[in-house]
């Protein structure tokens, strides 16, 4: 992607992102070992600081192929990934059914919804779908956006509802995958609804 097609905030995060390029390889896996080391046993929000530095690095260390090098050992609970032998740590997102839980470091798909652990499994997909529903208000098409009524009024609720279901999924259902997975990242946000992470409240 060219810098012009680039948003502020990706500009941003490239600018981040640069401290970790001038890592040479091993010093960027030692950094990367010890950060995974520290995010093990918790569910970990996307927005979280830690977390954000630790997909910058692992984006450098998936170029550079760090984990293949095998210049560090990561942490004995985490298990090397399939899609590119990097040690496994899911993200959550909305698109569940689509994609599975992704890839901190390639950004594919890192487990199945199939091969999730039952009967967390049946529960998610229910939730993905029902969050899905509400999601779509946001990409409603102008017939939809009419017969509604109050579209501003339609989106607002459906905001609150993703703000509901998304701390309702952390609190009861996401801490259940650390009896399978060391670390579990989860999307804090919803971009189309306009829910931020501090939007969401766990307490």
Known sequence: MSEAAESPVERLWQEYGRVFRDFDDLSLARWMSQTLGQLEGRLWR????????????????????????????????????????????????????????????????????????????????????????????????DRQRKQCGNYERALDEAAGKAEKMLARVAKTQLPKLLEHFPAVVWEDQDECLDVRPEDIVLT
């Open 46 to 141: 996307m927005s979280h600081p830690l977390v954000g530095a630790y997909r910058l690095a692992a984006q450098v260390g998936h170029a550079r192929q760090v984990w293949l090098k095998r210049l560090a050992n990561a942490p004995m609970a985490y298990r090397e990934s399939d899609c590119c032998r990097a040690p496994l740590l899911p993200l959550f997102t909305r698109d569940l059914l689509d994609s599975g839980l992704l890839c901190q470091h390639c950004g594919s798909t890192a487990v199945n919804v199939d091969a999730l652990p039952s009967p967390i499994q049946a529960t998610l997909r229910k939730w993905a779908e029902e969050y899905g529903e509400i999601h779509d208000v946001a990409h409603w098409d």
